[in-house]
Structure formats: C-alpha cells, structure tokens
C-alpha cells in the first residue's frame, strides 16, 4: 500500500522490515511477563487493546481503498494511543520488580510507540495528500 499511496518521506520497502523486529520484541516482552506477571490489569486491558487496533489497522489498511486508508488512520492513532498508555503502565511496576528485564521491557514498547508515532504520521500524509487533494 506504501507504493500505492506513497509520499516524498515514504520510507523504502526494506524500512519495513523492522516490524518484524519490534514484533519479536513484543512476543519476548508478553512471554517475560507470563513468567514474572509483572504488570498490572490496566496494562494487560492496554495490551489487549493494542492486539486489537493493531489487527484492525492491518485489516482495513490492506483493503487498499481511498476510504479505507481513512479508516486506517483512525484505527493506527488508536493504536498508538493505547501503546502509549501500555507504555505509562509499564511505569508503575513496583522497584522489588524492576530490573534490567524489566528495563528493556520498557524500551521495546517505547521502540513499537516511536515506529507506530511514524507510521501514524504516514498514514495522516496520506490522508491529506490522497483524500483532501494536497500536492504531495
């Protein structure tokens, strides 16, 4: 979709590919955290929520429609909302809990805030390129 509907700052496709980096380091963080349960139920509410967005965004941005990258929009800045709120969360592990885990815990889910920040941002460019007709 990134070709289709692509802007001066798209990133090139190999750019991508760090998803798969972040994604592993989510999988690590949830198993770290079903060995220690570390976070509190507002975390594990946030956490459940960024799945959800996180299907929806890919579900509907690969529909690959005017309307649905609109959509799309929506759903990613959702998405980075609630990876924010994950993240704030993830804040407030009492100290006998915290250590260096604990620490690159933190930081992955601030990686997957800063990379969805990006990706947010991309996706309103497109928006205002593609639907409300600016140059791009």
Known sequence: MSAR?????????LFFSIWGLIYTGV????????V??????KAHIYFAITNAMSIIWTLVFDVGT??????A???ILALTVSIFFTWLEMGKIPLENYNIYTYIMRNIWALY???C??????NLGMDIVYWWGASK
């Open 5 to 13: 509907f692509s802007l001066w700052v798209t990133p090139p496709g």
């Open 117 to 122: 920040i990006a990706a947010t941002n991309l």
């Open 27 to 34: 999988v690590l963080v949830t198993l770290y955290n079903l």
């Open 66 to 71: 005017l309307t649905s990258v609109v959509f």
């Open 113 to 115: 805030l800063g990379w």
């Open 36 to 41: 220690k349960n570390v976070w509190n139920l």
């Open 73 to 75: 929009s929506i759903a």
